[in-house]
């Protein structure tokens, strides 16, 4: 379906390209059935594409840098954080996460991110999209993107998931509601309203929908629009989905030795998370970020790591074990992002303030090569001393991963071209080029 | 601001004019629009609106008649007042313009018929295709059967009101045999705080108000004020252009003039802010432009730069450290108190600043003002002929009237004033086609974002458009008046449209509006009829605070020497709706909660709500884009519809209002059947349906069946038979 379309607009000029593809987004508005399925195929070049699935974890808020990724013990900015041995020689890592210390040898870190801003939505939107935010467009995250490129990856299940997301994930962008992230809000209760009510029995059930079908007959017989069409068989497709397997992958507590699982993970919130999202990659989900605050730490930093690092800590070690012993590590990128660092400097309140100018992400499985470090920030952690890293070059690095595409144009509905990790104009050629550059060093 | 004086001079003049010009009825000079002169007297009018004529006797007493649109514009003020501005009259042009329309496509059709018959290049198949295209389009050019009182009944107070009739409004309705019940239903719904509510969520969409305010931003600027000024001035009927003209010129703090609320959502986006500009007010896309010429419109780079210019010289923000307006500086402000707080053991063991004194005094810097700087220049990366990078450039308009600086007190000033002029060829276009839209589900000119330069041939029906503009311009800008007429017309009175017009249709302008398009309800309509079947008045539950707001901002800080007096300063902003800009600003927080969900209108709740809420969920806008909502379908949708507590509980368990109060209510005899049939699809059941909803009602006649047990099973049945018709599509589309 894609590709005819994509066949159709090539064939057509200029200006009624423009209208078709805006007269194209709003019909897919009004009644979306049409699935997704096919598209382009991987790329597969220097080391990458070796990831099927992609697990996001997003520490909202600005993760600190000095205490976690890039520990500055003994200068007059690293805190009470000391450094932690990782078993490669010259590389220290936080002392709040020794897990993670311990499975060095399975991530890649970067300590040389850098942010336009400074403010948590700007500086999330930056790590999402690759582009700044506007007020006139908003553009797709990942998820999206790899659907996109690659075309849906499961028949019944959607392609992307977004666990514990607030109210501005920017979601599908201009690709529409179509193939907007699954929300889950809780990781404890699935997703929302799929099971019949307690207080409904099944024959109850059945009843209410044959008075409903019953009520109903004269309107969808008067009526034979598309609209009207479309939600009779969204109806037919939801009981379905209601009696499918597919359900059961979003339930927690289906998960073998559930008890024994969630004391690894941590019974917390990014733990449950991130099992959740273990779950939903075995059972074919494309890609699942988990988002997780807890991190704009302006007070008492030193407390607040010991809870919230130590609660990333044992979930993410306990998810690059388990997707080990599935055999899923090597097919499924983990990614850590956030939206910048924490001030070097120590406030008034004990805390650390916004800090976009150096932060630290970090990688594992999917083809990564652990056990290093890409970049490096100066001496105090104030800015970016070797490789800088951009948001576009994070996000190319997780496509690259992915397999997707770096140059491939997608048209926005208002006739305007945008590439997975941003974009820039050649003035050369007057072509659009890609703007992000992926970390090569990992795919090594 | 000056035009409105101006205007407001050219009526008194006009109507000192007129009311001589009937005690004495006198000669006076009548100037075309093309300037030709006429020394004659006025002596009445025939037709309306664009069909509108003036009956003029000349000196040698012969009577001509004279169409008002070919007059000047001062004497098309002379006369207005005497032109017929009854709704109906407006309404009867308004259908002899749509059925005029059809039936020419009608005809054209049928002659495409025989052409095609007499093709003889093309293949069997296609003309058999090409046949049944035709037929389906000369199906759609003979107008619906008009609507009965149900189905115009609930599609009105859909439309004005919001939501779905109440029990009690649509027995009163269907009940009165008053030959004006139609128009007089129309007035009242368009006098009603209901109809305020639903222009709200419209113009929340379109205008993507939000809690905060600003899209990038610390969240802690309260929208209330802003939200509070829409509804007040659809309520009031401020007329749209005065409505736009307050928003980009607004001067100072949202809770002092909450107009600049318009301006304050862009901040530091100020080019992105004059692409939004053209969208919402001038249905003019104009964002291609910001990076290179437009490559199908007449717009080139240095035009966009120009007009951002008129817009450049406005500031949202003060600089890091001062509050805007001499206040003091706000840093110092924020020590001097925490240090007392501190002293006081009010802090936390490791703060030193008040987390929340630093976020109010920090709203202090968000404000609107005209400063000297022209902030605006042409892109470091310019490559045209036509000027320099980074170079300043003259605010000039690329279309419209010529834009004379030296009348206006700032080049903001001009702007408002060139865009909100009746002589923009775009501005009241926009407007109508919108509102068309709005009541019959396409607009003359769709994308409605994207009104093409010339309109002829682009227009679903030409003629109309141009009717419908001239109407607006005549009717003062008043959406409420304009409203009356559509809504009063046969063609929005017949029935819907039972098929989807194709995008050829649309494309072609062949689509003329046999009746109103079949539409999803909004989210918003969805949710507030959810709200009327569960409370008993739903407009009862408003949002409220905003005054509050506005005196809490006022405290002038420094006047605050104490801890108790800084504790009572934090205790009020509390109450206001503290820091969490989710939370309503209810004064009674518990309102609106019934069987665990809040009940209350759309518009009182908050802007837009999470991802996961109802609203969403069926489309509410996120309101960070332009008309973002959406009417798609989706499984969540119907997960919630068949699963979710508001069908399962708040409609339909024993204790549901629906149940208890309606069903079951003091004073209300009659069939249960028929009371929940005209509660939710506003229409009695046909006998099959009565028979099959209350099957499930009584019991087998089993003898050990206690009364108690009885009624339990009745109500069971009941419950179902709510759930079901919540779940039809007949409850979910506005036919």
Known sequence: MKQDLKNKLNQLDEISRRQFVARTAQTALGVSILPILGGSSKVLAAGGGKAEHCIFLYMSGGMTHIDTFDPKPGTETGGNTKGLSTGVAGIEIGHHLPGLAQRFKDIAVVRSMTQKTGDHRGGSYWMHTSYAPLATMVHPTMGPWAQTLLGKKHATLPDSVVVGGGGDHPGPGFFGPKLAPLPIGDPDRGVQNSERPMTVSEDQFEKRLDLMNSFDESFRKKFKTEEVAAYTQFYDETLNLMNSEDLATFKLGNEPNYEKKLESYGNTRIGKGALLAKRLVKSGIRFVEVQSGGWDMHNGIDAAMQTTGGDLDKALSALIDDLKAEGLFEKTLIVLGTEFGRTPQINANSGRDHHPRVFSTMFAGGGITGGQVYGKSDKLGIAVEEDPVNPMDFNATIAHALGLDLTKVVYAPSGRPFLVAGHKLDRATDKVVPEGKPIMQFFS | MNRNKSKKILTAISLLAFSSSVSFAEMREWTSKDGKKLQAEFVGSSGAGNAAKVKLKLANDTIIEYPVSKLSELDRVFVKGSLPSDPAALAAEIDKLVINKMKESYLGLKNDLQELAADK??????????????????????????????????????????????????????????????????????????????????????????????????????????????????????????????????????????????????????????????????????????????????????????????????????????????????????????????????????????????????????????????????????????????????????????????????????????????????????????????????????????????????????????????????????????????????????????????????????????????????????????????????????????????????????????????????????????????????????????????????????????????????????????????????SPQVMALLNGSITNKVLSDPEAFLIKEIVYGPGKKGDKVEKIFLSILGRMPTPEEARMASAGMRAKKDRDMNEKDAKAMEVKAIGDVIWALVNTREFLFIQ
């Open chain 2, 121 to 634: 290049e093309m293949s069997v198949a296609d003309k058999t295709k090409r046949k049944q295209e035709i037929e389906r389009e000369i199906e759609m050019c003979m107008p619906n059967p008009p609507t009965n009182d149900s189905q115009f009944m609930r599609r009105i107070y859909l439309d004005v009101a919001g939501r779905i009739p109440s029990y009690e409004e649509a027995s009163r309705f269907l009940d009165s045999r008053d030959p004006n019940r139609r128009a007089k239903l129309i007035d009242e719904l368009l006098a009603s705080d209901a109809f305020a509510m639903r222009m709200f969520n419209y113009f929340s969409d379109l205008l993507r108000v939000r809690e905060g305010v600003v899209m990038m931003g610390n969240n802690d600027l309260k929208a209330d004020p802003y939200i509070e000024w829409i509804k007040k001035s659809v309520k009031d009927g401020k007329p749209y252009d005065i409505m736009v003209q307050e928003m980009l010129t607004a001067e100072g703090r949202i809770w002092d003039n909450p107009a600049a609320g318009y301006i304050i959502s862009d901040s530091g986006m100020r080019l992105c802010n004059i692409s939004n500009t053209f969208t919402i007010f001038l249905g003019t896309e104009i964002t291609c432009a910001q990076c290179h010429d437009h490559p199908f419109e007449q717009v080139k780079q240095i035009d966009f730069y120009r007009m951002a210019t008129f817009m450049g010289t406005t500031e949202t923000r003060a600089g890091r450290r001062d509050m805007m307006m001499n206040e003091g500086n706000y840093r110092d402000e924020v020590t001097r108190m925490s240090a007392l707080l501190k002293e006081a053991g009010k802090l936390r063991e490791m703060e030193t600043r008040d987390r929340v004194i630093e976020d109010i005094l920090g709203s202090k810097r968000v404000a609107v003002n005209d400063t000297e700087n022209q902030m605006v220049s042409l892109p470091h990366d310019y490559k045209y002929d036509n000027g320099e990078p980074n170079q300043k450039v003259e605010p000039a308009a690329y279309f419209g009237d010529t834009v004379n600086l030296e009348k206006f007190a700032s080049p903001r000033a001009a702007f408002a004033d060139w865009l909100t002029s009746p002589s923009n060829p775009r501005f009241t276009v926009n407007i109508v086609n919108r509102l068309w839209k709005m009541a019959f589900g396409y607009g003359q000119i769709e994308p409605v974002y994207n009104i093409p330069g010339h309109l002829d041939g682009q227009a679903q029906n030409y003629e109309l458009l141009t009717f419908l503009e001239s109407m607006m311009k005549d009717m003062d800008f008043k959406i409420q008046d304009f409203f009356r007429v559509i809504y009063n017309t046969q063609a929005y009175q017949r029935e819907s449209e039972t098929l989807t017009p194709t995008l050829t249709q649309i494309d072609n302008g062949t689509y003329h509006f046999p009746g109103p398009v079949l539409r999803r309800m909004s989210a918003e309509q969805l949710w507030d009829s959810m709200v009327t079947l569960s409370t008993a008045n739903p407009e009862s539950m408003v949002r409220k605070g905003w005054d509050q707001y506005k005196e809490v901002m006022h405290t002038d800080t420094t006047t605050l020497k104490t801890v108790p007096e800084i504790e009572k300063f934090k205790e009020k902003f509390r109450m206001v709706g503290g820091l969490s800009n989710g939370e309503m600003m209810m004064m009674d927080r518990s309102a609106g909660n019934v069987g665990g969900e809040k009940m209350v209108r759309a518009s009182e709740m908050a802007q837009p709500q999470q991802p996961s809420h109802f609203l969403r969920m069926f489309g509410q806008s996120d309101k960070q884009l332009i008309e973002n909502q959406f009417t798609a379908g989706s």
